[in-house]
């Protein structure tokens, strides 16, 4: 229990890494929760760490490593019981998840997939009560 605490420790230090704009930093911690082989961590933390790895990604511009972050990202939430991912903090990143895969679809001209994809997201942040969703809706209204 203690090793799974410190794992949810490094991951929300990384997300204030991200929010400092410290990608790289970010990625190192991620990157060595995740390449750990002693220490066996839930799919929801394995989910958590991908989500922040995947927005540190995005914020470089590393567009081949979101788009197979992404499919990790999907895989784990494939791999969950409907119970863990009905978890808040799982919501937000399937979120968070969904509204990057729009980004990337819209990077690539998919513009029909991407706002199927930002509604998704915006749906689930809706359903969590986060003013988020309301940022995404003026998104999408420009």
Not at 14 to 20: A, D, G, M
């Amino acid at each position: 229990p203690q090793k799974l605490e410190k794992i949810e420790n490094l991951i929300l230090n990384s997300l204030r890494l991200l929010k400092k704009k410290e990608f790289d930093k970010a990625l190192s911690i991620i990157d060595n929760i995740l390449n750990e082989k002693t220490t066996q961590i839930s799919l929801s933390q394995k989910f958590g760490a991908r989500i922040v790895r995947l927005l540190a990604l995005m914020s470089l511009k590393s567009y081949d490593q979101v788009n197979e972050e992404i499919k990790f990202c999907e895989e784990i939430l494939n791999q969950m019981e409907s119970l863990e991912r009905e978890n808040h903090l799982v919501k937000e990143g399937e979120g968070r998840l969904l509204f990057v895969k729009g980004g990337i679809q819209t990077i690539h001209g998919d513009l029909e997939s991407s706002l199927e994809s930002y509604h998704h997201s915006l749906a689930i942040y809706e359903t969590l009560g986060n003013n988020k969703g309301m940022i995404y809706q003026q998104l999408l209204e420009k």
